[in-house]
């Protein structure tokens, strides 16, 4: 008996340790900011790093629209953070249907926000998807998947929401992009954004969080005039169910043990885009991308032309569909 609890105990308490120690280098949004009377939009926000994004900003007040794929789940979602925030009202949370994977669906979610809402001060780019690159999936709109959703979803939502962004009322608006460390794998081609000549070893959903950044830096340029700032960021590694269509059972064995030292809590990943959506330090910065609630050196070289020439290219894309009324 005594001689294994001599160990066991000692072997767990170093275990907790070290996740501390891990935890501790994280970084936490430490501000307090509340934000009565400001309204954000996140998307994806009934699961994973966008749920617990859409509580902290609820639960500093804002009014926070929860813009999800599946509408139930929207009202799921806003049951779970009301319980979670007991003394917040009904008011502060509202589901809406947003399917990033169609341009008009993304249209028509923008004109029902232009309705009801004469600025919104908080834009949380934050649903994604990845898949296997075994066979290619597309969007409604025919596109690949990452570059569609990750992507042209968020340039084309973001784009129709400017105005609404950059009032002069009160202070800027705050546009965060939720890219990914993973953006150093990623690659960029203009001329394949659709990526129809892509080989088995592109990493499309690097490329399309390189994409993020790319579009955070190019956006950052074009309002620099204009009262809005934008915040690229890496929630970190999360344990959240993004994987959920490339992982099999067995992985989890795998998971598990890696998932303790190595991935964070939901919270813990939404901590750095909730950073980036309140810290006063960051009033007067925009086009960054931030890690761990502070800035991040990016190991990869950006290309200006590169970034432009995703933007238009971006735009006529979407000029290809939606046709013009
Ligand atoms: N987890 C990580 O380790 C990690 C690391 C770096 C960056 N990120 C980024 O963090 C963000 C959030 O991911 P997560 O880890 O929280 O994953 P998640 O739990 O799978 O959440 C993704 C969210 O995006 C939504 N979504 C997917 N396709 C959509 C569409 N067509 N229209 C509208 N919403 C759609 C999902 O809705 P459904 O529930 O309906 O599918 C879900 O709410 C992503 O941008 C991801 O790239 C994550
Ligand atoms: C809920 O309570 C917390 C602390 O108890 C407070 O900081 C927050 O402002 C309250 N929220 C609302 C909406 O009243
Ligand atoms: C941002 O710029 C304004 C105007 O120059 C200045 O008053 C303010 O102190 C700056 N804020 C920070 C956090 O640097």
Same mark, same amino acid.
């Given at each position: 008996?005594?001689? $294994?609890?001599?160990?066991?105990?000692?072997?767990?308490?170093?275990? $907790?340790?070290?996740?501390?120690?891990?935890?501790?280098?994280? !970084?936490?949004?430490?501000?307090?900011?509340?934000? +009565?009377g400001?309204?954000?939009?996140?998307?994806?926000a009934?699961?994973?790093? !966008? @749920?617990?994004?859409?509580? &902290?900003?609820?639960?500093?007040?804002?009014?926070?629209i929860?813009?999800?794929?599946d509408?139930?789940?929207?009202?799921?979602?806003?049951?779970? $953070?009301?319980?979670? @925030?007991?003394?917040?009202?009904? /008011?502060?949370?509202?589901?809406?249907? @947003?399917?990033l994977? *169609? =341009?008009?669906?993304?249209?028509?979610?923008?004109?029902r $926000?232009?309705?009801?809402y004469k600025?919104?001060?908080?834009?949380?780019?934050?649903? !994604?998807v990845?898949?296997?690159?075994?066979?290619?999936?597309?969007?409604?709109d025919?596109?690949?998947?990452?570059?569609?959703?990750?992507?042209?979803?968020?340039?084309?939502?973001?784009?129709l929401?400017?105005?609404?962004?950059?009032? =002069? *009322?009160?202070k800027?608006?705050?546009?965060?992009?939720?890219?990914?460390s993973?953006?150093?794998? !990623?690659?960029?081609?203009p001329? +394949?954004?659709? %990526? =129809?000549? /892509?080989?088995?070893?592109?990493? @499309?959903?690097?490329?399309s969080? =390189?994409?993020?950044?790319?579009? %955070?830096?190019?956006? %950052?340029?074009?309002?620099?005039?204009?009262?809005?700032?934008?915040?690229?960021c890496?929630?970190?590694?999360?344990?959240?169910?993004?994987?959920?269509?490339?992982?099999?059972?067995?992985?989890?064995?795998l998971?598990?043990?890696? /998932?303790?030292?190595?991935?964070? *809590?939901?919270?813990?990943g939404?901590?750095?885009?909730?950073?980036?959506? #309140?810290?006063? +330090?960051?009033?007067? &910065?925009?086009?960054?991308?931030?890690r761990?609630? #502070?800035?991040y050196? *990016?190991?990869?070289?950006?290309? +200006?032309?590169?970034?432009?020439?995703?933007?238009?290219?971006?735009?006529?894309?979407?000029?290809?569909?939606?046709?013009?009324?």
């Amino acid at each position: 008996m005594f001689p $294994i609890s001599y160990c066991v105990l000692p072997t767990i308490l170093f275990l $907790i340790l070290v996740r501390k120690y891990r935890e501790s280098k994280w !970084g936490k949004c430490k501000n307090t900011v509340k934000l +009565d009377g400001k309204i954000a939009i996140v998307t994806g926000a009934n699961s994973g790093i !966008g @749920l617990e994004i859409a509580k &902290e900003l609820a639960g500093r007040n804002a009014q926070v629209i929860l813009a999800c794929r599946d509408l139930d789940k929207a009202n799921q979602a806003c049951e779970i $953070i009301r319980t979670a @925030l007991s003394n917040a009202s009904k /008011a502060l949370l509202v589901p809406m249907e @947003l399917d990033l994977a *169609s =341009l008009y669906s993304i249209r028509d979610f923008c004109n029902r $926000i232009k309705r009801r809402y004469k600025e919104i001060n908080i834009l949380i780019n934050n649903a !994604g998807v990845v898949f296997p690159n075994t066979k290619r999936v597309e969007t409604k709109d025919g596109f690949e998947v990452h570059f569609g959703v990750n992507h042209l979803g968020h340039f084309y939502l973001t784009n129709l929401l400017l105005e609404q962004l950059s009032t =002069l *009322s009160g202070k800027k608006g705050r546009i965060v992009v939720v890219a990914s460390s993973l953006h150093e794998k !990623g690659e960029v081609n203009p001329n +394949d954004l659709n %990526a =129809l000549r /892509a080989s088995k070893k592109s990493n @499309l959903y690097a490329n399309s969080k =390189l994409m993020n950044v790319y579009f %955070a830096q190019e956006l %950052a340029r074009r309002t620099e005039k204009r009262n809005v700032n934008v915040y690229a960021c890496c929630p970190g590694w999360v344990y959240t169910g993004l994987f959920r269509h490339s992982v099999k059972w067995y992985h989890y064995f795998l998971i598990t043990p890696v /998932a303790f030292f190595f991935m964070r *809590s939901p919270k813990q990943g939404a901590q750095t885009p909730v950073y980036c959506a #309140t810290e006063p +330090d960051l009033e007067n &910065e925009t086009g960054l991308l931030y890690r761990d609630c #502070t800035h991040y050196n *990016s190991r990869v070289i950006f290309y +200006d032309n590169v970034a432009s020439k995703l933007w238009e290219e971006s735009e006529n894309v979407i000029n290809s569909v939606i046709k013009k009324e």
